[in-house]
């Protein structure tokens, strides 16, 4: 990897970054929903993809330290070995599929998630864990493809947790155990390489920390509601700008 990032870049990716992470830090998801759809505005997802998998991996075990106690291994057991099959699914794709239909239809998954969480259109009733199938699948699929497996991890965990700080340290318990699969997968594949992405990550880690930090603090001061409702309309001004642009 080879990319070469001009100064007003490298400002934007942090702004991005501190953003996401704080909402990371709050929720324990959301930091890929947020920052490669912005991030993919300019620099290739093959770029993008493997930088926040790194950046996530190092949230969990950073966000670990708080959440642990909470954490509802139960219920991972039945995600993680259909989301590793997804996960060599979405690697594979990655290298192969052209850029513009990629960008599509990741601002239609941020846009209709988005849309979901701003109306919340997701009950409390809880569903069976048959359902932990073809969630694996598909949210192993996205994650490795566009860094984002969160919303089909996301509305299956919602209907079977209803405590906030347990399905915040649920979600940071998968998204560790996942990312560190994948990290190992996209070494294989060499998407790891390169100087520029390595750079990325060592100047992300502070902002990444700082944002974890600040959106920790507040975590119990707002009701899960209120959170969902906001990630839902910042993820709809993100998805609409990366359809316009695939369009474009």
Do not use: C
């Not at 493997?50 to 966000?63: N, R």
């Not at 209803?162 to 996942?178: P, Y």
Request: no cysteine; hydrophobic share 55%; aromatic share 8%.
């Amino acid at each position: 990897m080879t990319e070469t990032l001009d100064p007003l870049a490298w400002i934007a990716m942090a702004g991005i970054l501190l953003l996401a992470y704080f909402i990371r830090g709050i929720s324990g998801f959301g930091s890929g929903l947020v920052s490669v759809p912005l991030l993919a505005h300019f620099l290739p997802l093959t770029f993008v993809v493997p930088l926040i998998l790194m950046t996530d991996f190092s949230s969990s075990l950073m966000l670990g330290r708080h959440t642990r106690q909470q954490m509802r291994w139960d219920e991972l057991r039945p995600l993680l070995p259909f989301g590793l099959v997804g996960v060599v699914a979405g690697a594979t794709l990655l290298l192969n599929l052209p850029r513009t239909p990629l960008l599509a239809t990741l601002g239609a998954l941020v846009l209709v998630f988005g849309i979901r969480n701003l109306l919340a259109w997701h009950g409390t009733r809880t569903v069976s864990r048959a359902w932990a199938v073809p969630a694996g699948l598909v949210g192993g699929t996205i994650s490795a493809l566009f860094g984002t497996g969160g919303p089909p991890y996301v509305i299956y965990l919602n209907h079977r947790l209803h405590d906030k700080s347990e399905l915040r340290a649920t979600f940071n318990g998968l998204f560790l155990v996942e990312g560190g699969s994948r990290l190992l997968l996209f070494a294989a594949l060499g998407l790891l390489a390169g100087t520029t992405l390595w750079l990325a990550l060592l100047l992300a880690l502070p902002l990444v920390a700082t944002g974890l930090a600040l959106g920790h603090r507040i975590h119990l001061g707002l009701t899960s509601a209120q959170m969902q409702r906001a990630i839902g309309a910042l993820l709809l001004v993100s998805g609409g700008s990366l359809l316009w642009r695939a369009w474009a």
